[in-house]
């Protein structure tokens, strides 16, 4: 969570002038999303988020990203809608940084994530793989396996300062995974980091769905893969079946996985795990000291990897056949 | 900038049960305030603040300065007005914090303070002290001249590893600016920080004040000098005199200065200036490394330390006799 930018009124102003919004109250940083800078603003008509896109995201991509958040958002899917500019356009530059402006989302996301919630994740990605379907830009995952690669050796020299052996247990596993990887599976567009952050609730009822920076055309049940890794762990770093249990039948629900993808699940997610643990390790290892961001510990996904290396079949997350 | 410390929605909601306020319908860590963890909340009603007070914060103080908001905010100085309780008390708890609500203001700190700015804040300044001289409570000023040796006693041993020469020139001004220090002049209320990020515009015009939490009791002009360190410098550390001018300005027409504080104004300039070079160069030495929190530069505030003993009369820094 980061503020990169501050920027002064009188870029903001500026910036605001092309957007048909109402007069600015205020903008406060706030203290989300890993990637980007963010800023609540209210004006005189409601509230809004303005997001800098900081130096990880590559410029080129924003017109999948927020063409997707707006493909979605006319399909029912409740996520932040891209605010036009006066000439048509989604993205303006604030202090040397393209940026836009969504639509503000009310709800909270849970800190302590429970069944009900995962179940209504679980349906909520379903939909979005539906509605997806017909959006019509494609863009590759820059975080599957060739990128797995280019993560790793950037950092597999000082892996093993993290925890001895681990260069040697990665080195096994993208092995393994990438040589078992299917390619065959149902694909479309996939969230690819729908982690409990990203996902806003009132109450129990899911409000909406944010961040779609990682956005992306892969395999369907990878997103699910990430899904179960994301928020079917305890603390303690336990599977919690029972949660696995909801999150998977609310995605059949409204997509039932295939018999291809359900016995694809346990490597997906073991792909998944290796993915998060790697760019873990990557930020662990080179990220700047001091920096206003939290480091975020390789070693819980390294568990996770340990964990789906020893399922056998997807009935061990709780999978009900349909 | 900084929170501390995330709270779970489970948390807020039992906290916010014992207020009257609307249901709630988000809350974002806010990237302002240095010392304590901000959240700004959408309710059904409208938006709030709320601050858990970190460790820096006496929890015997915040009747003090959540009172003052309160009384200055009934005689027309705009700052946040404390939300009470349903048991009409002020302070809760969230997290194991003391925790309070309080109105969200709109407006905009300046980044870039003008003239304009300037003289409003002056004005906004001699208010509060007019408001304030009828306030029922008294806080001494922590940050004071003992406050300073406890600060110093505190840093001196590696004072010169931030500049070679640094500890002789400090012990100097210690010594002198204590044993020159006034004591008969005109005192009372002061908000003790009113830096650019605690005062909020819209366009020219000043909305409001915040941050109230140094807050104490000391000499009213102590207060404009901090104001002169605080507006009055350009980036390339040099002092702005028509900034200065209208600072002062904007203060006396609405509260002048009697003659003896005008002599004093170059002495207290010195102590302020000492003041947050201290507190700077304490967090610079002593505070956690890799905190969210950005430490600021003590050597700005030497070089202001210096400015001020090299001047002769208030005159110098554009005031204008009344």
Chains 1, 2 share one sequence.
Not at 221 to 246: G, M, P, Q, S
Request: hydrophobic share 40%.
């Amino acid at each position: 969570m980061a503020v990169y930018t501050d920027i002064t009124e009188q870029e903001l102003g500026a910036f605001l002038r092309e957007y048909d919004i109402g007069e600015l109250l205020s903008y406060k940083g706030i203290a989300e999303g890993t990637e980007n800078s963010n800023f609540l603003l209210h004006t005189t008509t409601t509230s809004f988020i303005l997001t800098l896109y900081e130096k990880r995201v590559d410029p080129g991509d924003l017109p999948f990203f927020l063409g997707l958040m707006e493909h979605l958002a006319k399909r029912g899917v409740t996520c932040p809608l891209p605010v036009e500019r006066n000439d048509g356009t989604l993205i303006g530059e604030v202090a040397g940084r393209p940026a836009a402006i969504i639509t503000f989302l009310e709800g909270m996301w849970p800190r302590r994530p429970t069944a009900v919630h995962c179940r209504a994740v679980g349906e909520a990605l379903a939909k979005l793989h539906i509605a997806g379907a017909d959006f019509g830009m494609t863009r590759p995952n820059a975080l599957s396996l060739e990128g797995w690669k280019t993560l790793w050796a950037g950092c597999h020299e000082r892996a093993d300062e993290v925890e001895p052996g681990l260069v040697a247990e990665v080195e096994a596993d993208l092995s393994a995974i990438s040589s078992a990887w299917p390619s065959s599976l149902p694909a479309g567009v996939i969230h690819a980091d729908l982690f409990p952050d990203n996902v806003f609730f009132l109450g129990n009822e899911l409000s909406g769905l944010i961040d779609f920076y990682f956005a992306c055309n892969d395999l369907l049940v990878y997103d699910v893969a990430t899904c179960l890794n994301a928020w079917c762990f305890e603390r303690d770093h336990a599977f919690n079946i029972t949660k696995a249990t909801a999150l998977l039948a609310g995605y059949q629900s409204v997509r039932p996985l295939q018999q291809e993808e359900v016995e694809a699940l346990p490597l997906l997610c073991r792909g998944s795990a290796l993915r998060f643990m790697l760019t873990r390790l990557y930020d662990w290892l080179n990220g700047p000291d001091g920096a206003m961001v939290q480091k975020r510990d390789p070693l819980e996904y390294v568990r996770k990897m340990r964990f789906h290396r020893q399922i056998r079949s997807a009935n061990e997350y709780g999978l009900v056949q349909q």
